[in-house]
């Protein structure tokens, strides 16, 4: 080989390994540009203690792991800021975690076992609105050694597993939230695939992935959350691609037309989000089971599914949703999917006729479940006057009033809605079925029967054994008789995304993993 010309293209391969080599470290390189993501839901509280809405529970479940998360896409758990799963007693009634070595949370404070003990005492003292997940099943918190920490539970529930994945057992820095007050706008955080770098309140958050994540790193670096005041703006910015994805909430009517775009693709998911409507059992005409039972009887769900949303909820005919282990279409297999007939049976023999007729108020609160509720409501009405003898006037109130109204009573006949705090048929069942917990939905239903197979329930092992599951699918027998609460829908999860996006995978826990994302 010629020696000169060998020298000069050693020369030249060098020099573009040097210059590759100067420009990929370059500091004046362009960030990549942020994967956006939009949405309509807002941000409460950012403190674990007092924090009780999905949102909120979102941003932590992408910035704060808990010892047990979920693996994405299923409703199995798997080690998180613990190394393995649980150590448990004999007697079920207690829980030992071991954490991971060299935890930190994204102030540097170590993350170990008082730091985790001290965030679930926390929770007790401050009594914000989620702490009855800590202090209905945990009696105390003992640090046994610096990564290892035990859990003594006032009863043996084998679901505890899924209450340690939710966020007010997430563990946060000592050295930065206070210890018995609620710290509303504080982004530390705790120990996540991201950490929060800037929120402006309804505006943004910014979020990059966190340097010090035990775990595998987010696949892409950067998500920006923006907020906006309604779908219709929402819409038009994903149309105008100024965001990537737009995530809770689009109108039912916008799925549809946005499939038609070969620009964005619309993903679907199981959701958990279930729908009913309540009554206030100690408060006539609803005292009579009879009359509880003609408005389970006269409701047309297949019309609020495909009307109102468009196909975007399904019918419901249980408090379990469905795909949820123990799941039976029990109202179903009680009234059918509608029956008038027996509607207006069941009201003739208690007492009232087309000549005394029933009228009653049905209230519902205008936008805490987005504009559609208005149209829910007035088939609901429609439903029941169909029999002739029902005569229904629509009662309003504002959220905040709402949850009042339901403490004190005041309303006899209401609609409501429920994301799932942990995915356990004694999460659907227990709030409004039992003796102790009914009277916080303004049910104030009681019945021995109930109140025995929902206690069974919470401490029969295995969590999904053939015994529990008896247990119940005889209490959702029991509820479609007596009716304390009528499930109408359960909405499906739906996203949608510029045609560049990947890695969106919807499960019941009904949280977007950002840490999955990319484009």
């Not at 479609?480 to 890695?503: D, R, W």
Request: glycine letters at 6%; a negative charge.
């Amino acid at each position: 080989m010629n020696f000169k010309k060998f020298l000069y293209t050693s020369m030249i391969i060098t020099t573009l390994i040097i210059t590759t080599s100067l420009l990929a470290g370059c500091p004046t390189a362009a960030p990549a540009e942020p994967l956006i993501i939009g949405t309509t839901d807002s941000i409460s509280d950012l403190d674990p203690a007092e924090t009780y809405d999905f949102h909120t529970w979102e941003i932590f479940h992408n910035t704060a792991d808990t010892l047990l998360t979920y693996i994405a896409g299923t409703t199995d758990l798997q080690p998180g800021l613990a190394e393995d799963m649980p150590e448990v007693s004999e007697d079920g009634l207690e829980y030992t975690f071991k954490l991971r070595e060299g935890l930190k949370f994204t102030d540097g404070t170590p993350l170990n076992a008082e730091a985790v003990k001290w965030s679930i005492d926390r929770v007790g003292v401050i009594a914000g609105d989620p702490n009855w997940l800590v202090t209905s099943f945990v009696e105390s918190v003992e640090v046994v050694d610096e990564l290892t920490v035990k859990f003594k539970l006032l009863n043996p529930v084998p679901y505890f597993p899924l209450l340690v994945a939710t966020t007010p057992y997430t563990p946060i820095s000592p050295k930065a939230y206070p210890e018995s007050e609620i710290d509303s706008d504080n982004t530390s955080a705790g120990n996540g695939p991201y950490k929060i770098t800037k929120w402006e309140r309804d505006v943004e958050m910014v979020l990059e992935a966190n340097p010090d994540y035990y775990g595998t790193p987010p696949a892409y670096k950067n998500v920006v959350v923006k907020y906006f005041a309604d779908s219709t703006t929402m819409r038009l910015a994903l149309e105008n691609k100024e965001i990537d994805i737009a995530w809770k909430t689009l109108e039912p009517v916008d799925y549809g037309d946005l499939e038609k775009n070969p620009d964005l693709t619309v993903i679907t998911g199981p959701g958990a989000y279930i729908r009913y409507i309540c009554f206030n059992v100690t408060t006539d005409p609803y005292t009579d089971v009879r009359v509880r039972e003609a408005v389970a009887a006269a409701i047309d769900r297949n019309k609020i599914s495909d009307v109102v949303f468009m196909g975007t909820h399904g019918p419901l005919y249980s408090m379990v949703p469905m795909g949820m282990w123990s799941h039976i279409d029990a109202f179903k297999d009680e009234y059918g999917e509608r029956d008038l007939e027996k509607a207006i049976s069941l009201l003739e023999d208690a007492g009232y006729s087309k000549a005394n007729p029933l009228e009653t108020d049905l209230w519902l609160t205008p936008t805490h479940y987005g504009p559609t509720e208005d149209d829910v409501a007035a088939i609901f009405k429609d439903s029941l006057e169909e029999t002739g003898i029902f005569k229904v006037t629509l009662q309003t109130a504002e959220w905040a009033t709402y949850l009042d109204y339901m403490t004190e009573g005041t309303m006899p006949f209401f609609l409501l809605g429920w994301y799932p705090d942990y995915l356990d048929p004694d999460n659907y069942t227990w709030s409004w079925g039992h003796t102790e917990a009914s009277d916080d939905m303004g049910i104030f239903y009681s019945n021995p029967e109930m109140d025995e197979l929902l206690e069974k329930g919470q401490v029969t092992t295995p969590l999904r054994g053939d015994e529990r599951k008896t247990i119940y699918e005889n209490a959702q027998e029991l509820w479609a008789k007596e009716c304390p609460t009528i499930p109408f829908t359960q909405g499906q999860l739906l996203v949608v995304t510029l045609e560049n996006v990947s890695g969106v995978k919807l499960d019941p826990t009904m949280f977007l993993h950002y840490f999955l994302l990319t484009k």
